[in-house]
């Protein structure tokens, strides 16, 4: 039999608090260590009960969800759910908690009748089951980790010789796809651009549609490149970043310009990376560089494949730096790869690929 999952919940509600212990009580796949109403008790009791998964409340007096996620990730790393009201939240704090080291986050509107909704109760199991796989890594406070393959001190690393030099090759856009784990992964990819990058930049990420508004902003703040929400027409600009909305699947034409729709999801995703990475290789062909980061499933495998059978460059991340390898995984699988590599030499590649050093494809 397998063995169930130990849950440790904080929050300051005592009616969330309730609800919630009744919903993880109400399954044998779960055991509920305890219920914690004081952020200050947490780290004690993360020590003492070495829980599966901690989900826990971001806006909570004394230490918020943040400050309590650096401090476990610091001391006794923990996978993390953060499970928090947009309505109440403030701030940045739900993305300052992701780059901290918690797994992923959940909207508590989306959670109401949770003690007696199956519907609802599933939604929040299946984010504790897919939170309770990963597994985290110790942080300092410069965020970086202990274990896993460590931070290059060298400058960008020599591309792999299987990738032919092409006369002409020009790229025309770079295109990111993350789920689980994606948003500090994304921040740190784009980290280690300069303040211009000579193609325009789209990206898909994983989230529900209530949470996007605040990525970007928190994006934004943290990235050097002007960073926008991708909507209907927009012509997409050399060194922008640009995000795809909530709930909209986003499409890019050979004129580099915008289109979202809401057609059903695909793979259960919507926006999907493989309907943005289907639509490159249908306009752009081999003047792409796709990547695809970590995340749960499979979205963005397939896209990837049709983009390197274009002659596009494409890349995954590695499994010892992905929070969950699925996606990236999958791809590799599925030989839709020109490159497998730890997170922190995306970034570089990719910037010696745009200087022209090294291409790939037919001339």
């Given amino acids: 039999m397998k063995r169930p999952i130990h ?35 947490v780290l004690s009791a993360v020590t003492a ?17 943040a400050e309590v996620t650096q401090l476990i990730m610091e001391q006794c790393p923990t996978p993390i759910l953060i499970v928090t009201s947009i309505r109440q939240s403030a701030g940045d704090g739900h993305f300052r908690a992701l780059a901290a080291g918690a797994v992923d986050i959940l909207g508590k509107d989306r959670l109401v009748g949770i003690e007696s ?60 796809g993350a789920s689980t784990g994606g948003p500090p992964a994304i921040q740190a990819l784009l980290a280690s651009f300069e303040d211009m990058i000579r193609v325009p930049v789209v990206i898909v990420q994983h989230m529900s549609e209530e ?4 990525f970007i902003s928190w994006f934004a703040s943290n990235c050097r490149l ?7 027409g927009l012509q997409f600009l050399s060194g922008t970043v640009y995000v795809a909305p909530g709930d909209r699947h986003l499409t890019v034409d050979g004129h580099l310009t915008a289109h979202t729709d809401s057609t059903v999801p695909i793979n259960g995703c919507r926006p999907a990376i493989d309907r943005l990475f289907a639509s490159l290789a249908d306009s752009i062909g081999r ?6 980061l970590t995340g749960m499933g499979r979205d963005g495998a397939l896209g990837l494949k049709t983009l390197h059978g274009t002659g596009a460059i494409t890349i995954a991340q ?21 490159m497998v590599l730890p997170l922190e030499q995306i970034g570089p590649t990719i910037l010696e690929l745009l200087d022209g050093r090294r291409g790939r494809g037919k001339t």
């Fill in 7 to 41: 849950v440790l919940l904080v929050d300051d509600s005592p009616t969330v608090l309730a609800a919630f212990s009744a919903a993880f009580s109400a399954s044998d796949e779960f055991v509920l260590l305890g219920a914690i109403d004081d952020s200050r008790k």
């Fill in 49 to 65: 009960q070495s829980p599966d998964v901690l989900v826990m409340d971001l806006d909570m007096p004394h230490l918020d969800g």
């Fill in 117 to 176: 909704n199956p519907y609802v109760q599933n939604l929040l199991y299946r984010k504790v089951r897919i939170v309770a796989g990963v597994t985290v890594f110790r942080r300092s406070r410069e965020n970086q980790r202990e274990k896993g393959v460590e931070p290059s001190s060298s400058t960008a690393p020599t591309l792999d010789p299987q990738i032919p030099e092409s006369i002409g090759w020009r790229p025309r856009i770079l295109a990111i």
């Fill in 211 to 214: 949470f996007m508004p605040g």
């Fill in 226 to 232: 002007p960073v926008v929400l991708a909507t209907e």
């Fill in 287 to 292: 003047g792409v560089i796709g990547v695809l």
């Fill in 318 to 338: 590695n499994e010892a730096t992905s929070a969950v390898y699925g996606m990236p995984g999958e791809a590799v699988r599925m030989a839709a790869t020109s």
